[in-house]
């Protein structure tokens, strides 16, 4: 039997530890979507506990996963939740590049700041340079 820890931050809904056997989830996320998380997240994260048992090492999305979600749960496979995350959203930061404006997360931000990282536009190719503004 799995162990459920109740304990996860951030934005992800939920995660497995497969050599551990334990699901974990998120708190809040959990205690604003129970119906969500019966229906569509235990599911999602026990097939990858149930993948990994029965077939080892593969795609964590592959088509062993997906072949559980389909005829263990008779759910259609999604590798993404669609939950409200604003009130597990960290801070983020404007950015800006030739064309747009974009909003970077605390990380990524860090990154910049202790000049870790860069990121520039997709459609324009600028690097994106810090505004001064935090939206959130």
């Not at 996320?29 to 090492?57: K, M």
């Not at 559980?68 to 983020?92: A, C, N």
């Not at 970077?104 to 994106?128: D, F």
Request: with cysteine.
């Amino acid at each position: 039997m799995p162990q459920v820890d109740v304990d996860m931050r951030g934005k992800a809904a939920g995660k497995a530890l497969l050599q551990l056997n334990t699901i974990k989830l998120n708190k809040i996320l959990f205690a604003e979507n129970q119906q969500q998380f019966i229906d569509e997240v235990l599911p999602h994260e026990l097939a990858h506990l149930i993948t990994h048992q029965v077939f080892g090492r593969v795609k964590p999305h592959g088509k062993e996963w997906q072949y559980v979600m389909v005829k263990v749960f008779g759910i259609k496979p999604e590798r993404t939740h669609t939950m409200d995350v604003s009130s597990v959203q960290g801070k983020t930061f404007e950015y800006q590049c030739g064309c747009r404006s974009y909003p970077l997360s605390i990380r990524r931000h860090n990154k910049v700041l202790r000049k870790e990282s860069q990121y520039s536009c997709r459609s324009c190719g600028v690097e994106l340079a810090f505004t001064g503004k935090q939206l959130s």
